[in-house]
């Protein structure tokens, strides 16, 4: 390959309550304007490299959420998005969802007000609202399993519940470790163990762990420290970590319809959520604020051995 034809492919980096998210604005797969679902799977079967290369080191990082910007198959949808991190892909992602319309207000392609985001598990409706703040309505979430107890290795028993708020997480009280910063690698290698248990358990579908401890700060309800599906712990309180929170205090009688949570990450970033019933489910709604962080250009060069990303 010569020096002509590098790959580039821009992107813009935000973050959201720390956790970063970079959109592909140009030179990601072309996966024509088909259902998502079906773009997803074409992504996933033929471009998989340009997910490694994008969100894998030496250009990305354990935690980074990438964000392909996809042309909407529905006419009503101001964009469509496919998420992926280190190791796949995500069904929806609340930080990510509101790092990309900030992205598309930084870069003069969306106002202030409503907009219809098309993802592979739905349509979300997101508002930017004119202190930047971006608050978006999950496809509906529920609680799957009260009350699951896994015998984990060399910790015992664990008890928490299995839950979908647009990706699949078991939820469980921090009872050992503090949710604490400097106990972050330790919270990492319990909730390795604790996935694996609840995976053997009947629950191959979970690949997010969620543990709840007190709050910090004055202004929130609860701490969180989330285990995303590749090893990285989420620096936000996870969107659609706390989408599955409230479906189950909803389920619990623990949070009335409209009553504001506010989840607390383990790095202190916070995120504002409420929900509304819809049947025996729950529409939650979450509101965050993002950052732009850069805009860059990734070069691929053939030539180079990791240029696909280190796997
Ligand atoms: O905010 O939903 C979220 C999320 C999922 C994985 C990382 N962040």
Known sequence: MTRNELKKIRVID???GGEPTRVIIEGGPDLGTGPLKERLEQFRFDFDRYRSAVANEPRGSDPVVGALLCPPSNSNCTAAV???NNV?????CGHGTIGLVATLAYMGRLEQGEHLIETPVGIVTAS???DGSVSFVNVPCYRRAKG?????????????????GGNWFFLAEAESV?????????LADLCRRIRAAVNAHGFPEVDHIELFGPPRGARADSRNYVLCPGGAYDRSPCGTGTCAK???LAADGKLAEGVPWVQESIIGSLFTGRYCRNGDQILPSITG?????AEATLVLDENDPFCWGIR
């Open 178 to 186: 503090p949710l604490e910063p400097d106990n972050i690698g330790h």
């Open 128 to 130: 930017l609202h004119d």
């Open 14 to 16: 935000s973050h959201t």
């Open 82 to 84: 496919i998420f992926f």
């Open 88 to 92: 796949g892909y995500l069904g929806m």
């Open 289 to 293: 604020s993002a950052y732009i962080s």
């Open 148 to 164: 699951v107890t896994v015998g984990v290795p060399g910790l015992g028993p664990v008890t928490g519940d299995v839950a979908w």
């Open 246 to 248: 409230l479906a189950c």
